[in-house]
């Protein structure tokens, strides 16, 4: 029984941001960007990653909440992609939701017994009072609230927040679905009930062949739960397949650098060697161009995507770890860093000496905290002005490794078609 | 499951429900509950006299005579009733006994007046307030669920409206109406009332747009909800909260904005009973030293006003939750050395008094 | 970080002397219902460069307890008991006093750190103005620069010091917030789940800075936060919290090898994590802390309760060298009661042996 329930292909969802007042073209977050995957019918199917990797926004485009920009869902003989709003309503029936946080995912002006019986008014599957009731009383019983009835007449506000919880999934199970995009069910819940719900969520999964896509940032919740998961960064995949696989030996250094980062209640990890990656996510609106995770990845390397503002960035960190009279004497070589000039995958310093600026940046490069310089394809000098030449740097495309697929140059240089790479490639190389 | 079920659970459920709307009162803090209930008193006290006017007021609202066996039977007044009959009403006298708030220069009984003045205001109030949310209401809902064009035309035309000063554009609808309708109630009710429909318009719309981002207005989407019943049941029972409060303080600034129209002669018609078409007439009197036919119904006006403003603000403090806390102080329970703190807080601790205390 | 526990031995650390003594710390809100006891008299030490851990679920009171420390309570809430920080009595002394305290001597670092920044002062005239306002003759350029040397050691490059708080990253501007609160020397630091908002791996990043920092300054750290996790990586010291009282204390390889309260097995258990092969949960809810049950608090929810549980409030006793926990089945934590508790057959050291691996 490993029939595809839905198969995504190519998946956009993009949105317009900063849009001026007389609707010019404002600037695009690609928060979904050209992602592809199959949920097989009867498994738990896990999007990881951390805020901000669109893991959410892919949940969300896949049941319809948010319009998909390009690419296919398909789901049945349908693409659910195409699907306007009015023509996904009553699929809905057969798509639910389970929403992160449980005491604002439930209409405080709603009685449990309303909330949880609305599905069924809305789709015509009951037509009457007593019915819906009946059935929602029922639905209550089986994710544990019970007796049902006496959950009814409550109002949310009554109940604690895993009660709350089990409303969300009865109100999202009560029509049947196929296929339950849970997002982060757990995770605003206190850590000594999170189990129940889980458990819970499992057990209705087996008695109605439920399908879950099981949206999270927690990989040890998800090692827990997920059959198959997906991590995700900036939009896209990085590393999928079965999650034992990538528990056991993760191929992504940004799936090993999760797994290092999770805290977990075993004084004896403390002092591990947790080479964590630095910064944070970057800003969606302007992703680094190569890998995306190039310029917080502790084992980049030469063709991972090295652009100008890496260096720029290098630099700064640089200057957080020299003395003050480094700082100030190597700030006066630079001259001002929000003067430098960006021009593609070049870098164009204005600096007072160029020839001592060539000599120290050649110098200092190698010695950089990140591996910016391996990117550095030349150093030349353009009139008064020095400028740094970036070689090409594809964004890497998906290779098969280790029984799943990741995209990382670390397992060979894969370029991905129409990805966003850095230069030109050169005969020469690769 | 037995056949009686549904039946006894609908008594219950019922219960419940009266249980929840009522919790937010039981919640409040002890200052707000008593802001509204001085406030109801005032207002419910007018609201008697607006509705049975003719069991305390000895005269009609335009009774110029005594009528034989007058304080018997006010309201037979006869209008062809002969002079020696049916003597007159006499003008301008003090208080007295028989004329507790003393009469006009047009032989009318002031108290009688101030009485039968409740009404139109009342009337006033409750129509002009009930348009205002009748348009103001799911104008606000539609225009902030749906967003767009068509939200951004109506805030401004709203922003417009209320550029404009109350009283101005009342006057101005009522001028507008008096050249096609005659002057009544139901004008006067209009000329009040598209005053406050921005104002709810923009509480609801902006409420809409706040309440539209919550995870529940999605989940109602996600279960298949269309448009209308997203808004019907969802987002309209979560912002109508704040109706109640708008409401009151509406309703006292009617009182006033009728008072204006009236004092101006664009309200209700002479010789209907209004508060400030009487201090209007009365202005003369006051230089002549007259000061009753002006005095009493002003005091009217300020008294309902400020019952209404009460009924107001305790609701706000009782509706907003991030009032609701304030009045409450917490105490944590004495050591074995009991003397020392308690000075510190003891006159703070006023409004904890009837609470029970844990030890 | 050759041991994994570095800071004194208990011995050592009794020559030192605890940096802050809190006694019967005790805190309340108003409520509609009466007054609600989120900390009941709580008490422990902290001394130079140790880190404690305050552990629990949402509305044990962890949170209170920490604002308690400081005196910061919203409108109604009420603090007692005593807090002594280098020997010297904070609660009850005057607000002069007590801002001069906080900052000076205790930093805070909250949740939130977007509303603690104001948005219209550039990063570096926030330093300005936390190092003026406790040492007025600092000079404009020297407070900026103390600024920048702090913030390059929590990784913000100096170039970008008078950048505005919007310009930095929640990550960022969690590192500005724990530089402003190290840039005047404070003893001891006081951070309320610092790392919720962020993800695991900035989280993981500012909780080696606070560890780091710790260590090398020799401040005290309380962190408080509901993931046993981030305790077992950064702590020293664990405090665990059930309904407003600590239910167990000690050191924290000792605690989660051998948790002595039921509640403390319970939450162990309960943690997911990547080698679960069995979900653990603890039924039931805390009790109402506006009219607490007057035996033990966990009681209704304990697997090992016994007869004498419901009526006899147990107090923390010493389980095993430094590790205290308030649970009858201990000898010594029926202190308070007049009859004598005896635990049911099954007894303390035995359950104890079972549930260590």
Known sequence: ?430 | MTPTAPNISRWASLRRRMEHALRPWRRANPMARRLVVVGLLITGFFGFLAVFPNAVAPYAEDQYRFVEGTTDDPLTVDADCAEVECPQIPRRIEPTEGHPFGTTADRFDVFSRVIHGARVAFAIVLLSTALAMGIGVPLGLFSGYRGGKLDRALVTLMDAVYVIPGLLLAIIVAFVLQRYFDPGLASAAVAVGVVYIPQYYRVIRNHTLSVKEEPFVEAARSIGAKPRTVITRYVFFNVVQSVPVIFTLNAADAVLTLAGLGFLGYGVPFPEAEWGLDVSRALSDVVSGFWWTAFFPGVAIMLLVTGLTLVGEGLNDIINPLLRVRGYKGKVPDRDEPAPEADATQDEHVTVGSRRETR | MSTPVTFASPDDRDRAGPILEVRDLSVAYGTPQGSLHAVDRISFDLHPGESLGVVGESGCGKSSMGRGLMQLLPPGGDVGGSVKLKGEELIGVGRRRLRHARGQDIALVFQEPMTRLDPLMRVSDHFVEAVRAHRPDTSKDDAKQAGREVLAAMGIPPTRADNYPHEFSGGMRQRIMIALGIVLNPAVIIADEPTTALDVIVEAQILDLLDRMRRTEDVGLILITHNLGIVAETCDRVAVMYAGRIVEIGPIDDVFANPAHPYTKGLLRSVISTDTTELSSIDGAPPSLIDPPCGCRFEPRCPEAFDACPSVDPALTEVRSDQHAACLLYPGADAGSTTDVVPPERDAAEGLQGETR
């Open chain 1, 1 to 430: 029984m490993t029939d595809t329930i839905i198969e995504v292909e190519d998946l956009h969802t993009h949105f317009d941001v900063g849009g001026s007042l007389f609707g010019g073209e404002g600037d695009v977050v690609r928060a979904v960007d050209g992602v592809s995957f199959d949920i097989r019918r009867g498994e738990i199917f896990g999007l990881v990653g951390e805020s901000g990797s669109g893991k959410t926004t892919l949940g969300r485009t896949i049941l319809g909440l948010v319009p998909a920009t390009s690419g296919h869902i398909r789901y049945r003989d349908m693409d659910l992609a195409t699907l306007d709003e009015k023509q996904f309503r009553p699929l809905r029936r057969n798509l639910g939701m389970i929403f992160q946080d449980p005491n604002a995912s439930l209409n405080p002006a709603m009685t449990v017994g309303q909330g949880v019986g609305h599905p069924l008014r809305i789709h015509g599957i009951t037509s009457n009072r007593a019915e819906t009731r009946r059935r929602a009383a029922e639905m209550l019983d089986r994710c544990g609230l019970s007796p049902g009835e006496q959950f009814l007449d409550t109002y949310p506000e009554d109940l604690s927040g895993g009660q709350k919880q089990r409303v969300v999934i009865a109100r999202a199970l009560i029509t049947e679905p196929e296929l339950v995009v849970a997002d982060e069910p757990v995770a605003s819940l206190d850590m000594s009930i999170r189990a129940k719900v889980l458990e819970l969520m499992m057990d209705l999964q087996d008695d109605l062949g439920l399908t879950y896509l099981y949206i999270t940032h927690d990989l040890a919740s998800g090692k827990f739960v997920c059959d198959r998961m997906a991590i995700m960064y900036l939009g896209q995949m990085v590393e999928w397949g079965e999650s034992e696989d990538i528990y056991d030996d993760p191929q992504h250094p940004y799936t090993r650098a999760l797994l290092e980062a999770i805290p977990l209640p075993d004084p004896s990890r403390r002092d591990r060697d947790k080479k964590l990656p630095r910064g944070e996510i970057p800003d969606a609106l302007d992703p680094p161009r190569g890998c995306r995770f190039h310029p917080r990845c502790p084992e980049a390397f030469e063709p991972c995507g090295w652009e100008p503002k890496d260096l720029v960035d290098a630099l700064e960190e640089r200057w957080t770890t020299v003395d003050e009279d480094t700082f100030e004497r190597e700030l006066g070589m630079t001259g001002d860093l929000e003067r430098v000039g960006f021009e593609g995958s070049r870098l164009r310093f204005s600096p007072e000496d160029r020839n001592a600026f060539s000599t120290w940046l050649q110098d200092v490069g190698p010695e950089l905290p990140t591996a910016v310089w391996s990117g550095v394809e030349t150093v030349e000098r353009d009139g008064d002005d020095v400028v740094v030449r970036f070689r090409f740097g594809p964004e890497p495309g998906q290779q098969q490794h280790a029984g799943r697929t990741v995209a990382c140059h670390l397992h060979g240089v894969v370029a991905r078609p129409d990805g966003d790479h850095v230069g030109e490639p050169v005969d020469a190389t690769t």
